[in-house]
């Protein structure tokens, strides 16, 4: 079956798609317009700032509205739709995982920053105005630096490492979003383990398995990372695939649940309704047509 979305890598986004560079920052007050599709999948990380207007992303059908001094988190493999821009000054830095941990080759670097993965939780963030300002310095020396004749690789890296810093800073200054570190490499890894195998509807048991720890030891930390049991996060992870291919496949709710390894469509759509509170049909026709593949 055909891809129902389109991987851009960064080169282009500043159209230039054979260009393999891992970093680049874009003002949208100078940028062209990226030859891409609307809705479409990044191979990379993107951290879209507002410093004036209104913007408006959607990410896997929910929409979410950026203003001034606002910052807008896109993840690998999400479906992102540009949906509107109104006078927008602020601009985005893209830059892929391998980029970020080139010559450092510990990963949980990278778990650690849990707002970058944001499937399970808010994808923007609102800095106090002092944070925010120092934020955008931090980017803007970023591109001063690619805008040399020559940029030196590991000067980009530390810059985006601070970046980094600072933004996750600001997401601990608040008590609520703070994880033990141990819970947090652990959901991580079943995350990554999800987005391979959440096709084969695999329970609990068999994700902890594979991750050596028992399942009350599994559930216990994804209810600490998500407020949900391990359960609903499978379930949540099936469900968002079901609406991507109702809304962009002309797939039945029959193929679409045996691609999800319900062999029975009718609990599946049960499953479905209960968290959406649609049914696949009601689904289909509810969600504006604009969404759909032209």
């Not at 096709?199 to 048991?205: K, S």
């Not at 991750?211 to 930390?221: A, F, G, R």
């Not at 029975?264 to 009601?282: L, Q, R």
Request: net charge neutral; glycine share 4%; aromatic share 12%.
């Amino acid at each position: 079956m055909q891809p129902l979305f389109r991987h851009y890598s960064i080169g282009h986004f500043i159209n230039e798609p054979a260009n393999p560079t891992q970093l680049e920052v874009t003002f949208f007050d100078v940028m062209e317009e990226p030859d891409v599709e609307e809705t479409h999948k990044h191979s990379f990380y993107e951290i879209i700032w507002i410093e004036e207007g209104k913007s408006l992303q959607v990410i896997d059908f929910r929409e979410y509205e950026m203003s001034r001094g606002s910052l807008f988190f896109i993840s690998p493999g999400q479906v992102h739709r540009f949906e509107e821009w109104k006078r927008v000054k602020g601009g985005s830095i893209l830059f892929t995982g391998d980029f970020f941990l080139q010559n450092h080759g510990n990963r949980e670097q990278l778990f650690e920053l849990i707002f970058l993965d944001n499937v399970y939780f808010q994808p923007d963030l609102r800095p106090d105005k002092k944070s925010f300002s120092e934020i955008i310095r931090t980017i803007h020396l970023i591109a001063e630096e690619k805008k040399r004749p020559d940029p030196t690789p590991s000067i980009l890296q530390s810059y985006l490492h601070i970046l980094m810093a600072q933004i996750k800073r600001c997401v601990e200054s608040d008590p609520s979003n703070i994880v033990a570190r141990p819970y947090l490499l652990l959901f991580k890894q079943f995350q990554r383990l999800l987005e391979t195998h959440f096709p084969e509807n695999l329970t609990p048991g068999s994700y902890a398995g594979r991750l050596h720890i028992t399942p009350h030891h599994l559930n216990h930390v994804v209810k600490q990372v998500t407020g949900k049991t391990a359960t609903e996060v499978i379930r949540e992870r099936s469900v968002l695939e079901a609406k991507r291919l109702f809304m962009y496949s002309d797939l039945s709710v029959t193929e679409i649940a045996a691609q999800l390894n319900y062999f029975d469509s009718s609990y599946f759509a049960k499953i479905f309704k209960a968290a959406t509170g649609m049914s696949p049909s009601e689904f289909r026709m509810n969600i504006s047509v604009s969404y759909r593949r032209k």
